[in-house]
């Protein structure tokens, strides 16, 4: 049965969707992409978090050898996930705006935002170097705000690996 409901909503997605969904000008999130990278450090790692309708994962990834926690996991279904694409599904990028630095510092990590919509479009942001933004907040507190919501599985909790 469940087979056919999911074949009915991808045949006929309207008959999917609760009329009080539809909002005027909102889009379709079809993902949502947070990476982090540590930079030049030794050993250098970096995170990311996929995040749509159908799940979030999450893959750290370093050096071979390296005592980095390295692995891919599916994480449980968030409750905030559907608030964070609804939120997301009305964002004006337009409004961000990159403001470069003065002097750009050599070195950093870097931390990208991504949101990918069902016609194609994106907004994204990518902080590094002394880049910051204006009118990124609503993006960038959104998807922090989930983040920080997840708990890791156990394989995943930690940074590095015990010795």
Known sequence: MRRLFLLLCALVPCACRPAT?????????SRVVFHKSSGPVVP??????????SGIQFR???????????????LLSSAGVPELLARLAV?????????????????????SYLVEYGDGTRCSV???DGITYSGAEELVGAIDGL????????GASGLFVSP
């Open 21 to 29: 969904e539809a909002t005027p000008g909102a889009r379709t999130v």
């Open 147 to 154: 983040i920080a919501s997840l708990s890791l599985p156990e």
């Open 60 to 74: 750290r990834t370093s050096e071979p050898g390296s005592r980095i926690n390295v692995g891919t996991w599916d």
């Open 126 to 128: 990518y902080y590094r």
């Open 91 to 111: 964002l004006d990028c337009s409004r961000i705006k990159e403001i470069l630095p003065d002097d750009t510092p050599e070195g950093g990590g870097t931390t």
């Open 44 to 53: 250098p790692w970096s995170e990311q978090y996929v995040i749509s309708t």
